[in-house]
């Protein structure tokens, strides 16, 4: 039992260390989408949702994982994809907000589940905190940054351009 628990312990320490490829300044883990590590004796099962059902990298991701698990000596493992209930940017840690923010990358405010978001045609939304100065005196530039799950602003005050991760 207690070797189990170890081998448990050390996967999700490996996994601090995958990076996500679109973003690799967060690892798995700070973007919120490793959800669980079962061991199963003969094998480790690594749970992951995808950020996207559609997102390019989940595969990327899967190969890395299993990789990172059994370079370490903790495969043979498998992983298993779940996309119910769907990936949110409420699971990026604090730690990931504060990657992000480092590496230039507007993190995402918090979603309210209780509040909802209204479908609107024109989206009013409030000014984005530069990652540089802080500032909310920012306007976007383009809907799509280097990645569908990114926006392209500038900055206004300090006149320097960001993404920021949307939040979903």
Known sequence: ???????????????????????????????????????????????????????????????????????????????????????TTDWISDEGRRKLREYGIAPPGPTMPDEGVPIRIFRREPGIACPHCGSAHTEKLAAFGSTACKALYRCLSCREPFEHFKPI
């Open 1 to 87: 039992m207690a070797a189990t628990a170890e081998r448990v312990r050390r996967a999700w320490e490996v996994l601090d260390t995958v990076l996500d490829p679109e973003v690799p300044a967060l690892s798995v883990r700070d973007l919120g989408i490793v959800r669980d590590v079962i061991d199963h004796g003969a094998e480790l099962e690594v749970v992951l949702t995808p950020t996207y059902s559609g997102c390019p990298a989940t595969e990327v991701i899967e190969q890395n994982v299993l990789g990172a698990l059994q370079a370490e000596g903790l495969g043979p493992a498998r992983a298993t994809l779940r996309r119910a209930p769907a990936w």
